[in-house]
């Protein structure tokens, strides 16, 4: 529990309300072997020292590779590509604030690896924008109709764990 604060009658005699401050809960997180579970109260310090919750059922046939499929518009594919390959990077936290936190890496943080295509390769589909004079009603359901047939290509030909579809503030 939080401590009690001494105030002043001054102050006293405009509180309305009581609070209780309550202690951060403790998360749960598998050891780097996936045989038990660590705890903290802070889930990205857990991240970082630990594996997440479920990383035991890697081990158990989920696998231990994240394989994205991924939608997204021509035009934007260069800077989503950079963007995504980024989250192999590790990072070290440029604030001395106790909650941010240097980040390892994607499979370093999350004890996988991660498979991102490149555009123009298998797992990645260039989705057309929609006609440029279409009415709202219409270029919405052809917008609709490109992302299904997207996905659909992308689990016939590559069977991604996730699949991506990167909607621009255009559309």
Not at 133 to 153: D, F, H, P, Y
Request: net charge negative; proline share 8%.
């Amino acid at each position: 529990m939080g401590a009690n604060l001494n105030l002043s009658n001054n102050v006293l005699t405009h509180i309305k309300h009581e609070g209780i401050q309550l202690d951060e809960p403790l998360l749960l997180f598998s050891n780097k072997a996936g045989t038990y579970f660590e705890k903290d109260t802070h889930a990205l310090r857990g991240i970082r020292d630990y594996q997440p919750y479920d990383y035991p059922l890697n081990n158990k046939g989920f696998g231990n590779e994240v394989h994205i499929g991924i939608i997204c518009p021509p035009r934007d594919s260069a800077p989503l590509a950079a963007y995504l390959n980024g989250m192999h990077n590790t990072y070290k936290a440029n604030e001395r604030d106790a909650y941010v936190m240097d980040f390892p890496g994607f499979s370093g943080a999350f004890g996988l690896s991660l498979n991102v295509p490149q555009p123009n390769q298998g797992g990645w589909v260039s989705c057309l924008e929609p006609f440029p004079g279409s009415s709202n009603q219409l270029g919405t359901a052809e917008l609709a109709n490109n992302i299904c047939k997207s996905i659909e290509l992308l689990q016939a030909a590559n069977s991604p764990s996730v699949i991506l579809v990167y909607i621009p503030k255009r559309w």
